[in-house]
Structure formats: C-alpha cells, structure tokens
C-alpha cells in the first residue's frame, strides 16, 4: 500500500498542485488580468447636465466631434472639425463623455 501513496506523491509538482489547479503566482483575484488604470476612479471635470463651451479638435471614425474639457474627451453628435459651439453633457463614462450639442 505505501507505493500506491508515494506515487501519487510523485505526480504533483513543486508547489504540491495537480494539473488545472497550476496557476501562475500573484495572479489570484484579478479576474481577467486586466488592471484598473488609477485614472478611472478620478473626479471627471464634467457631470451629466453641465453646459460647456467647446471647440471640436477632430471627427471620429463614426462622424462624432471630438471635443475636451480640461483634458477630458467629449464627444458631439454631428459636429464638425473647427467648430466651437456650447453642449449639454447628457452621459460620462470612465474615459469619455457624450454630449448634445445646444
């Protein structure tokens, strides 16, 4: 009986896992793998409902101006490259916010 117990022994390896249970350290609890840029949890410099003036610095791929506050992106509906205008912020999201124009 004790060769059958020293042989399952033998098949593990150095950390004392088997198989699927490897994992690789430092990795636990992290999900995906992917890390939260501290930038996330800043205060944005826009809130829903805020009125802003803005100058539309470029178009996206989808025909959106793309406008920023204090470094913040926004983006206009229908807006056009030059243009300054003031909007209505009506969403923020973690990196970006979508606006309407007034």
């Known amino acids: 009986m004790e060769e059958d117990e020293g042989f399952g022994r033998e098949e593990r390896n150095e950390e004392g896992m088997e198989g699927e249970e490897q994992r690789r350290p430092g990795r636990e ?8 840029k501290p930038s996330y949890f800043l ?4 809130k829903v409902g805020d009125e802003v003036d803005v100058t539309i610095e470029a178009v996206a791929s989808k025909g959106d101006g793309i406008a920023k506050v204090n470094g913040f992106v926004v983006f206009v509906k229908g807006a056009k490259q030059g243009e300054s205008m003031k ?8 990196r970006f916010a979508l606006a309407e124009r007034l």
């Open 29 to 36: 609890g992290r999900g995906r793998g992917v890390p939260i």
């Open 43 to 46: 205060q944005k410099p826009v």
């Open 87 to 94: 909007v209505r912020i009506t969403d923020v999201k973690a």
